[in-house]
């Protein structure tokens, strides 16, 4: 497979080249928060198909002060970056509507703004078909015939001047196309169907434009809630974005946007993050919690210290990535739009030799010839073939943006599609990367255990490892203060483990085979072997100092995720940097169900068994969140990586990213790559297909030019339709009441049942979460619509304290004990922070076949406490499987479903 992924890069934004030359590849935002530049989105509504993208980039690009022109065709949208001293918002919005693009600012704070600009048709097309209609009453009043004449002229008027506008640019586009149409049947005496020529392109054009702005509302809007200023904590100063740097404290209040990403330093909070999450529900800060820019602080005054530029916040980011992805251009597409280069132009000049060659041999019937003549110019226009790509490819990645799944391009969605092996990290992918410190012990009292932990802590905080931030949290929990500051070397040894010298001392901290890099003189000590644990070694100076043994468990859900794969024909491998044992352990675990595995892998290891995959089974998928996955990420045809929680080499290397930490929907983003795959070969056939249809006709009846019409209009608007079924999560939207009330009724039911079993007490009531009256199951359309907009991205954010998780629907279903103060995530609010209470979560799942219930606990730290059982539908009340929580001193097993 030649790997589609290594030229996936995100293409530069079109028409910044120059950028992406200079070596910024789309990274123009950074000098627009210098403050020279600005980015200015507009709905451009004449915007048809990606003929037009030509024209609008040389409309624009010469004018001084334009840097960068991005056009994003699906939602008809031009991104200008410009100097808005030297050219104007107005003045670009004016150059594009001289040419009839219909062009207008989108306003600021609102993705959906086009939607409302185009609700209605336009009065010219109203005019339009007024007067076609006035004309149909010819046969009782012959004048009557000129108002279709009149209607064509009414309603051609856009046409004609981007017509005019694409002739002045020596290109062939559809208005040229469709005028030359118009003007043929007028010639020929057809009134009335050069009316209906107009009538149907216009408002054929108009209800594609209201099916793309609809689809593309909310994609956009991701940065727009971010205020443009921030209040400065000290001074109460208002300063603007583009001055505020690394460290600055900002004030944020209640009601207002937070505006940076950044840490709490005083004040306590909740905050909405469902902008970026789709969680419903408000997470509660305090000092030293993360909040991150778009987010709305709901009820409390914080200041925030700011870890990030404006350009470089989480949302910008991911705005970045989803305007680069819509502009990257698939294979398919590349190949499609290579065709129609030649399509057209050989289509005219077939036209013109039907008329021709008649006119010349003396022919009778030159009226039907130049009547097919015209069938054939109106079938000259790709329009529908070119846009079966790219709305398809549009559709999926909001679609997957929506699921917490960043995606960048739309390539990469078309080789998920073809994915044959995925190959899975162990260590925070299919573990939960969060470890436990077993047993930390000294070695024949050789040093103090505080000095040890303080070597540990202090050379550890440089790492980004997961062992790392259990390590230091342990020493902390010692009342030991880690001093990152005073190592003065630091080395990472790739799949050993870490080096850092620290007072005079040289220590190493890792695996076995540290023990050996180290010249360590001791024997290599029997560790207490906990079955699956990770054992750590301490060497202080080539002596043998400190052991310790950490493990970690699985994600929930990992079982089922690979189960899914299986399904799909996907056979699931792991590469490991881990021991073998710890390997083994985590396949126990999962039930066995992983086809291989691969242990004490460098990251070099990990590339050559993922080539050789490619090369011997197919298309390779590789999840990963370390840095020691990059290389293997960057090589597999797709490489998706973990969570924002992974490290910055994955994230960057990878071709797709899942923002939360639900490994589950790995293989609803393949299945969506099918999907996506699916509805793109069926827009292709179907838009060659009408074409060949109607030219048939055309031949063997008789050409009928408002038919060639209806066909290629219609073809395009059904094309845009068909794709976006993609949008639609039909499970998400039909079953949700449905299931809601399988799951409280099988919950209760099964209450029951767990109680002979001995589990603990799931019987059902409401759960209350903050802000919302207690819910039964039947509210659940109400909760649908308020808080998950259908246009909204949602992207799921992991959480840092405890854990989030991530769900369409929360039916709650609890058996409130006392309440306690709990509070770990926002989880724990779902809970209502009852002692012993639990609470279903039900995703349903894209295919609309099944569903999953997370149970969650409301103990201590009842987000990880979370048992996953499944019902098969809505209708089975039995439960399939359950899992008992593992790990966690509160944990519960329990029957739900
Ligand atoms: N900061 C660290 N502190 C202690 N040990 C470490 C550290 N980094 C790595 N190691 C040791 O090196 C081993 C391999 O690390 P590596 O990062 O290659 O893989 P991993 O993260 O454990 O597993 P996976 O590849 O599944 O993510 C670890 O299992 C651990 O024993
Ligand atoms: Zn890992």
Redesign the pocket.
């Known amino acids: 497979m030649p790997g589609p992924a290594v030229d996936a890069a995100p293409a530069a934004a079109r028409g910044g080249d120059r950028d992406a030359a200079a070596g910024g590849g789309g990274r123009c935002t950074k000098a627009a928060a210098a403050g020279e530049w600005e980015k200015t989105y507009l709905d451009v509504l004449g915007i048809c198909c990606t003929a037009e993208v030509a024209l609008v980039e040389r409309l624009l690009s010469p004018i001084a002060g334009v840097r960068a022109v991005t056009v994003v065709v699906p939602s008809r949208t031009v991104i200008v970056e410009h100097d808005t001293a030297a050219a104007s918002q107005f003045h670009i919005v004016k150059v594009l509507n001289k040419a009839g693009l219909e062009a207008s600012v989108r306003a600021y704070g609102g993705g959906g703004g086009a939607a409302a600009v185009v609700r209605w048709p336009r009065p010219f097309i109203v005019a339009c078909g007024v007067l076609l209609l006035a004309s149909l009453l010819a046969p009782l009043l012959p004048p009557l015939r000129w108002l279709a004449l009149a209607a064509a002229c009414v309603g051609s008027q856009p046409m004609l001047l981007r017509a005019l506008a694409a002739a002045g640019e020596l290109t062939l586009d559809i208005n040229i196309l469709m005028l030359i149409a118009v003007a043929g049947a007028a010639a020929l005496g057809s009134y009335t169907e050069a009316g209906a020529i107009v009538f149907l392109f216009t408002v054929a054009e108009w209800l594609e434009t209201l099916a793309c702005t609809r689809a593309s509302a909310g994609m956009l809007s991701l940065m727009s809630t971010v205020p443009k200023n921030v209040v400065l904590a000290e001074t109460g100063q208002v300063v603007g974005m583009g001055d505020v740097g690394v460290g600055t404290v900002v004030a944020v209040r209640a009601g207002e946007v937070v505006p940076v990403d950044g840490v709490v330093v005083s004040g306590h909070s909740e905050v909405d993050e469902s902008s970026l999450t789709g969680e419903s529900f408000p997470v509660p800060k305090q000092p030293q919690s993360e909040v991150w820019a778009g987010t709305m602080n709901l009820d409390g005054y914080i200041s925030v210290r700011t870890t990030a530029l404006a350009e470089n916040s989480t949302v910008a980011k991911m705005e970045r990535l989803v305007e680069e992805a819509q502009n990257s251009r698939s294979k398919t597409q590349r190949l499609i739009d290579s065709c129609a280069k030649y399509y057209t132009p050989a289509v005219v000049v077939l036209a013109a030799g039907v008329v021709l060659v008649p006119l010349v041999l003396g022919a009778h019937d030159l009226k039907q010839w130049f009547q097919l003549s015209l069938v054939l110019l109106v079938s000259a226009c790709p329009c529908a073939l070119v846009l079966s790509t790219p709305v398809a490819t549009f559709c999926a990645l909001l679609r997957a943006a929506r699921m917490g799944l960043l995606i960048k391009g739309g390539n990469i969605l078309e080789s998920l599609g073809e994915i044959r092996i995925a190959a899975f990290?162990?260590?925070?992918?299919i573990t939960r990367g969060e470890f436990s410190i077993n047993t930390f012990h000294v070695v024949e009292d050789k040093v103090e255990m505080s000095q040890l932990l303080y070597w540990v802590s202090s050379i550890?905080s440089k790492?980004s490892?997961?062992?790392?931030a259990a390590?230091v949290e342990y020493v902390q929990s010692k009342s030991i203060r880690p001093e990152p500051e005073n190592v003065t070397e630091f080395h990472?040894y790739?799949?050993?483990?870490?080096y850092g010298a620290i007072g005079g001392k040289h220590i190493y901290?890792?695996?076995e085979k540290?023990i050996a890099r180290s010249s360590c003189r001791a024997p290599v000590q029997e560790m207490d072997d906990l079955k699956g644990a990770?054992?750590?070694h301490v060497i202080c100076d080539g002596d043998l100092v400190g052991l310790f043994s950490l493990s970690d468990n699985c994600r929930t859900g990992a079982a089922k995720a690979i189960k899914e794969l299986r399904s799909m024909g996907i056979k699931s491998v792991m590469?490991?940097?881990?021991?073998a044992a710890?390997a083994k352990h985590a396949q126990e675990q999962l039930g066995g169900i992983l086809e291989e595995l691969h242990s004490e892998?460098?990251?070099e290891d990990k590339v050559r068994l993922i080539t050789k995959f490619k090369a011997s089974v197919g298309p390779t998928l590789m999840v990963?969140?370390?840095?020691?996955?990059a290389p293997a990420l960057a090589t597999a045809d797709v490489g998706i990586s973990m969570g924002l929680s992974g490290s910055a080499a994955a994230i960057e290397t990878s071709h797709a990213m899942l923002m939360s930490s639900d490994i589950l929907r790995v293989p609803k983003a393949v299945r969506l790559g099918r999907r996506t795959r699916q509805t793109i070969a069926v827009n292709v056939v179907f838009s060659i297909s009408t074409k060949a249809a109607v030219l048939v006709l055309a031949v063997v009846w008789r050409p009928v030019l408002w038919v060639a019409v209806l066909a290629d209009v219609g073809t395009c608007l059904l094309v845009v339709l068909h794709s976006m079924l993609l949008l639609r999560d039909t499970a998400t939207k039909r079953s949700c009441c449905r299931t809601s009330k399988a799951c409280c009724g099988t919950a209760k039911s099964q209450a029951k049942k767990s109680q002979h079993a001995g589990a603990p007490n799931t019987e059902t009531t409401g759960v209350k979460g903050p802000g919302e009256k207690a819910k039964g199951c039947h509210s659940c359309h109400k909760h649908k619509h308020t808080k998950l907009p259908v246009d909204s991205v949602v992207i799921a954010i992991p959480a840092r304290a405890g854990e989030h998780v991530h769900r369409k629907e929360v039916h709650a279903t609890a058996e409130g004990g006392h309440t306690s103060s709990g509070g770990c995530c926002s989880a724990s609010r779902a809970c209502g922070g009852a002692s012993t209470a639990l609470a279903a979560i039900c995703t349903p799942h894209g295919n609309g076949e099944d569903e999953v219930c997370n149970i969650i606990s409301a103990r201590t730290s009842c987000c990880s406490n979370k048992a996953r059982s499944r019902c098969s539908s809505p209708k089975d009340a039995g439960c399939k499987d359950a899992v008992g929580c593992s790990g966690g001193k509160d944990s519960i097993s329990a029957l739900v479903c």
């Not at 990290?425 to 992918?429: I, V």
């Not at 790739?494 to 870490?498: F, N, P």
Request: proline share 5%.
């Open positions: 990290d162990k260590t925070g992918t550890e790492s490892h997961p062992m790392a390590l990472i790739h799949g050993e483990g870490i901290i890792g695996n540290i990770s054992n750590g590469l490991t940097g881990d021991s710890a892998l460098l990251p990963g969140d370390g840095m020691n996955d």
